[in-house]
């Protein structure tokens, strides 16, 4: 009964940070830095939340949709994996490792449901075409609020409510060698979605950044918080120091232009 109880709350917040990103234009609610937090501080363990969030997005960060295909679903893998630590008493590292087969097999639910979308969008055509502004507006708003995901919601439900007692009771009945190997594995996830991400940006200015972050973990041994707040300044610095450039550009432009007109005024006095 007490799973229950915390399915209906976990899958109703997932319903609800859901929708209400989708209605503010993707305010990036649903992604796991965000979204794990929110569960943390809903099922009362805020700190485990963070932790989860930042390392859970550490893996997602790297991993993008392209075109319709989106290969694991983040905001799923979050909400469980944060449900098997928090109510389930898994380790952080585990579930972390559980998080990549959740979110693909939340992906799974959610093209299941897409000939459903479909007909959803030619209908809505239909209404639009028909000047139906009222009705349209009313039911696409029904239509995100109930069924856009609303079986990847149920699932969740379905998952806390019947699912942590049996994967807890299947990973205590593993051995211990691949306990641990789980552990490992989630624990290098990280690191991989880091490594996914700078293989799409690198370049040899930001590859100076990753070396000097490098030096500052083994060598300066400076702890996250000051390499963040480090980190935080050198964007801004680049950030401003690339307006500064582009206004340049523009105005050298602007100048070479006013040239120019003044050539053709002279050439045709």
């Given amino acids: 009964m007490e799973n229950i109880k915390y399915a209906l709350i976990i899958a109703l917040s997932f319903h609800f940070v859901f929708n209400v990103d989708y209605a ?5 609610m649903i992604r796991p830095i965000v979204t794990a937090p929110i569960m943390g501080l809903i099922l009362g363990d805020l700190r485990t939340g963070i932790i989860m969030g930042a390392s859970l997005e550490a893996i997602y960060m790297g991993i993008s949709p ?17 449900a098997f630590v928090i109510i389930g008493g898994s380790d952080i590292e585990t579930a972390l490792a559980l998080s990549l ?7 799974s639910v959610n093209s299941l449901t897409a000939p459903v979308h479909v007909y959803f969008s030619t209908y809505f ?12 507006a009313l039911l696409h708003v029904i239509y995100n609020f109930t069924i856009r995901r609303g079986a990847v919601t149920i699932v969740i439900f379905l998952a806390v409510a019947f699912g942590i007692d049996k994967v807890n009771q299947v990973l205590g009945m593993l051995p211990a060698f691949i306990q641990k190997g789980l552990s490992a594995a989630g624990g290098m996830l990280p690191a991989v979605g880091f490594g996914i991400l700078i293989s799409m940006i690198w370049t040899k200015k930001l ?8 030096v500052m973990v083994v060598y300066m041994k400076l ?5 963040a707040l480090i980190g935080s ?26 040239v120019n007109d003044d050539d053709e005024e002279d050439f045709f006095a």
């Fill in 223 to 227: 702890p996250t918080l000051a390499i």
């Fill in 66 to 82: 392209i075109g319709g295909s989106v290969p694991s679903d983040p905001t799923a893998a979050a909400v469980l994996a944060v």
């Fill in 125 to 136: 055509d239909k209404l639009a075409a028909e000047g139906k502004d009222r009705r349209f």
């Fill in 24 to 28: 503010l234009g993707w305010q990036t």
């Fill in 207 to 214: 590859g100076a950044y990753f070396f000097l972050g490098f």
């Fill in 233 to 258: 300044i050198i964007a801004i610095v680049e950030l401003f120091r690339d307006m500064d450039l582009n206004e340049m550009k523009k105005q050298r432009q602007t100048a070479s232009a006013a």
């Fill in 101 to 107: 087969p959740i979110g693909t097999a939340a992906a």
